[in-house]
């Protein structure tokens, strides 16, 4: 939170768009994937992709308009085991290109700088833009997952200003803040680096991006 004003609180728009089934999303490697009904299933771990450090496998939300200011509201949830502890799944948001877009981070480890966290892929290795992150501590934000069931997630990314925040299981203080501008507009949507998992429900809600 910064001053008195709730981080991230902006008009995000009416423009509302929810995933149901195959032809609405775009996967990276088609056949990591399943699609049931409002449900979207990363069935095979992803393989690190050739040039800039960034997330393995994602699928990208296709039905709609590109988005300025959004929010995505989706349940997650983590299927690699417990026992791993790096397992991860992400929200991709603000996406132009496979080199270029935001994500979320949401991760069952907080010690290291790629886990847990938000960050921004701009034809380089991604970059960490969360406040949470303290270098000297090697720590970020709490763990957001740390089991084997179902949370919900909410993104919001205010374009005007540039605030990012995350929150999970309806938290009402965001799990992780920053605040960027690099890109203004985009789709969104979910993945892993190198695990599986899951969301369902995954609706959006926005402002059409200008042309």
Known sequence: MRGSKRFADCEI?????????????????PAKWRFRGDEVVLAEEGVAPPGPRRPFEYAVLTKGPELGSVQIDTK???????EV??????IVFGFRSDTQYYYAHLSTD????????????????????DDQWDPVLSRGAPPAITDADWHDARVVH????????????????????AVDRTFASGRTGFGS???????????VTGTVAEP
């Open 13 to 29: 728009g009416d423009t509302r768009v929810n995933a149901h089934g195959t032809s609405d999303w775009a996967p990276k490697t």
């Open 193 to 203: 680096f190198d695990n599986i998992g899951r969301a369902r429900d995954f609706r």
């Open 76 to 82: 997650v949830r983590l299927d690699t085991p417990v």
């Open 158 to 177: 205010c374009t005007d200003t540039g605030e990012i925040a995350v929150h999970v299981d309806g938290s009402r203080e965001p799990l992780m803040t």
């Open 85 to 90: 502890a790096n397992r991860d799944v992400i």
């Open 110 to 129: 907080n010690t290291i700088y790629p886990h847990n966290g938000l960050f921004v892929v701009d034809d380089a290795d991604r970059l960490r833009i």
